[in-house]
């Protein structure tokens, strides 16, 4: 049972247009959602991140959106750059005994090209 | 800089030997953790510690143990490695945040 759903395994963007990335989840007692990116040969490295108290948080060239109505969080990067190329996981942490665990999407591929 | 050091960080070996890998932490974290990251599964975790000599099952367990005896060390262990082993582990510490951080990566090989 996956609870946490990234269902795009591969995005291609033109430098300088918008990379969205979904995500979807299955558990209501998740409270914390995350982005990750991982570069080839490389460990994951946290982008940004959101609580489920909050719809939108942004950092820079990259915001968070959140709809918990719909178990829904997307990742949008403007203006996209050939350096975001990677993979993106995202993750969600849940209370109680699930609190210092996450658990994650099986990641998509962005590809920007110049 | 996370402070996590894995070792060794590139390793093949043969069906059936034992193998074991190294996370080290220099900031004394209570939590740690060992993931496996594989094409088409992202990743997934494999156990996880909440201090010295407590650990617990995560997701994909099978096949694997770890130990923790202090503080900065988290070692998994593949008591006999087969070829499905074959992979990306990933150490990771949660210094309390609400994010939890990677380490560098081992990359496995089962011959």
């Known amino acids: 049972d996956q609870q946490v759903k990234q269902n795009s395994p591969s995005l291609s963007v033109q430098e300088g247009r918008i990379s969205i990335l979904n995500c979807d989840y299955t558990n209501s007692m998740f409270d914390y959602f995350l982005w990750y990116k991982k570069y080839p040969a490389e460990g994951p490295t946290f982008l940004i991140s959101i609580s489920s108290i909050k719809d939108k948080n942004e950092d820079g060239r990259f915001t968070v959106f959140l709809n918990k109505s719909a178990k829904h969080l997307s990742l949008h990067i403007v203006p996209s750059q050939p350096g975001d190329s990677a993979v993106y996981f995202c993750a969600a942490k849940g209370l109680g005994a699930g609190s210092y665990q996450l658990t994650f999407g099986k990641g998509t591929k962005l590809s920007v090209i110049p | 800089d996370a402070g996590i050091t894995q070792s060794p960080r590139h390793k093949v070996t043969e069906t059936g030997t034992p193998v074991t890998l190294r996370c080290h932490q220099t900031e004394n974290h209570r939590y740690m953790y060992w993931y496996r990251q594989d094409p088409g599964h992202g990743l997934r975790l494999i156990h996880y510690s909440y201090g010295v000599k407590d650990t617990d099952k995560g997701e994909v367990s099978d096949g694997y143990s770890v130990s923790r005896s202090k503080t900065e060390d988290f070692l998994l262990t593949l008591e006999s490695a087969t070829s499905s082993q074959t992979s990306v582990y990933f150490c990771?510490?949660?210094?309390?945040?609400?994010?939890?951080?990677f380490g560098e990566g081992s990359w496995l090989t089962v011959v």
């Open positions: 990771a510490i949660f210094p309390g945040t609400g994010t939890i951080y």
